[in-house]
């Protein structure tokens, strides 16, 4: 089995910065990637920021040069750093991984139970 936990969530001013964290834990073999996602109430979840196989990262147009994505591998940690927040990105966000693990080789896809961010304006 492998956990994600993401932290980092919490209330902010319009413009201002929070940086949300996820740490993987359990069983793991190896992750091959980690992401995030958010969802805002009636509305689909949306992919925020998530490498692609070639090295690069997919951001949604809405978060494209305020919010960037960083792995650290050796804490088994993702991070989004959100700058000049707006009321629009008001979201649960949630990490998402593919992780192989020890009771289960397969390539698997993982999810944290998500972290709340409010933004006033």
């Known amino acids: 089995q492998v956990q994600l936990v993401e932290s980092g969530g919490g209330l902010v001013q319009a413009g201002g910065s929070l940086r949300l964290s996820c740490t993987a834990s359990?069983?793991?073999?190896?992750?091959?990637?980690m992401g995030w996602y958010r969802q805002s109430p009636g509305k689909q979840r949306e992919l925020v920021a998530f490498?692609?196989?070639?090295?690069?990262?997919n951001y949604a147009d809405s978060v494209k040069g305020r919010f960037t994505i960083a792995r650290d591998n050796a804490k088994k940690t993702v991070y989004l750093q959100m700058n000049s927040l707006k009321p629009e990105d008001t979201a649960v966000y949630y990490c998402?991984?593919?992780?192989?693990?020890?009771?289960?080789?397969?390539?698997?896809?993982?999810w944290g139970q998500g972290t709340q961010v409010t933004v006033s304006s």
């Open positions: 359990g069983s793991i073999l190896s992750i091959n990637v």
């Open positions: 998402n991984a593919e992780a192989r693990s020890y009771s289960d080789y397969r390539l698997r896809d993982y």
């Open positions: 490498p692609t196989s070639g090295g690069s990262i």
